[in-house]
């Protein structure tokens, strides 16, 4: 039905870390749904201007549902097709529901290029990118990256990847006990410490995630990425719209412009560019309306909507 693509691999990857399927029963019957959630904020910029084309790019879906939360603090995006919800469970294997049995589809464990593109979106969605001081007594950071998965397989199939095929140094931590304030659940845990890792996987991998890619460009700059700064905070800097990292507003369509044609020359990502992005912004928005609501502001296209 559809070929084993770097475009499934990817979206494999993104499924699972943010992805899961509802395949109807019973009541619900007839009912095929694939859905990726994000923040709403900081992983806005990934899941319009990455997940979306490569859904499209793997599988010829276009114009998912789009949902924000009241709080405006999530999104998702959904696409209801049978033939892709079954292709991913029967074919793949991907769970119905819960991942935490799920494993790397053998077709794309075996396949070094595939795994490439699926390592890339497993850190865009359930990875974090931090920086940290070399010890107390030094103000030096270092970069570290940790992926985070409940899936066991997943992390140990990973890990030998990252560890055989590409060299990498990591560790893994098993059964670390988390909790979100609700819940309280075993995580899996990969990390890579320092620069070198880091290029390495930069190299051999890439970054997808702009909410990543803006925390390594202003890395570059200060030798540092303070924590909880915006990704808004971020692209203002980067853009030149602000000297500091301080608390910023939606930026112009030109710095926004800027800095999302950087990320492309210097990442290779996101897919999309910023005026296709924009656009895709504000039809989002005119949908949201509807109900209320509309995507938190990263870039300020209020003057671009009203031509409409």
């Known amino acids: 039905m559809y070929s084993i693509t770097p475009d499934v691999a990817a979206d494999t990857g993104i499924h699972l870390g943010d992805g899961?399927?509802?395949?109807?029963?019973?009541?619900?019957?007839?009912?095929?749904?694939?859905?990726?959630?994000?923040?709403?904020t900081e992983d806005q910029l990934y899941l319009i201007g990455q997940v979306m084309p490569t859904v499209s790019a793997a599988y010829g879906l276009r114009d998912p549902g789009i949902y924000v939360n009241r709080e405006m603090t999530w999104a998702s995006i959904r696409y209801h097709s049978k033939n892709v919800v079954l292709f991913k469970h029967e074919t793949l294997g991907l769970p119905n529901g819960k991942k935490s049995n799920a494993s790397i589809p053998a077709m794309i464990r075996t396949d070094s290029h595939l795994m490439r593109h699926l390592a890339r979106e497993i850190l865009a969605t359930d990875g974090v990118l931090g920086f940290y001081n070399a010890s107390p007594k030094h103000a030096h950071k270092y970069a570290r990256i940790q992926i985070k998965l409940t899936a066991t397989l997943v992390i140990e199939e990973l890990a030998r990847f990252l560890r055989d095929e590409l060299?990498?140094?990591?560790?893994?931590?098993?059964?670390?006990?988390?909790?979100?304030?609700?819940?309280?659940?075993?995580?899996?845990?990969?990390?890579?410490?320092?620069s070198d890792e880091i290029n390495l996987w930069r190299r051999e991998i890439g970054f997808s995630n702009p909410s990543h890619i803006s925390r390594l460009m202003v890395f570059e700059v200060l030798g540092e990425c303070p924590p909880r700064t915006s990704i808004v905070d971020r692209l203002s800097f980067l853009s030149g719209c602000s000297s500091t990292l301080g608390a910023s507003g939606p930026i112009t369509e030109s710095a926004f412009d800027y800095t999302i044609s950087k990320m492309k020359r210097e990442f290779g990502s996101p897919m999309l560019?910023?005026?296709?992005?924009?656009?895709?912004?504000?039809?989002?928005?005119?949908?949201?309306?509807?109900?209320?609501?509309?995507?938190?502001?990263?870039?300020?296209?209020?003057?671009?909507?009203?031509?409409?």
């Not at 899961?20 to 709403?40: N, P, Q």
């Not at 006990?177 to 845990?189: A, E, F, K, L, M």
Request: some cysteine; aromatic content about 8%.
């Open 20 to 40: 899961s399927l509802f395949i109807g029963r019973k009541e619900s019957a007839g009912t095929y749904r694939y859905e990726v959630i994000g923040h709403a």
């Open 167 to 194: 060299g990498m140094s990591i560790s893994c931590r098993m059964n670390y006990v988390s909790s979100d304030g609700w819940h309280t659940r075993p995580q899996h845990i990969i990390q890579l410490n320092g």
């Open 273 to 308: 560019d910023a005026h296709t992005t924009i656009e895709r912004i504000r039809d989002i928005n005119v949908r949201l309306r509807h109900l209320g609501r509309e995507l938190p502001r990263i870039v300020e296209t209020r003057a671009s909507e009203a031509k409409w």
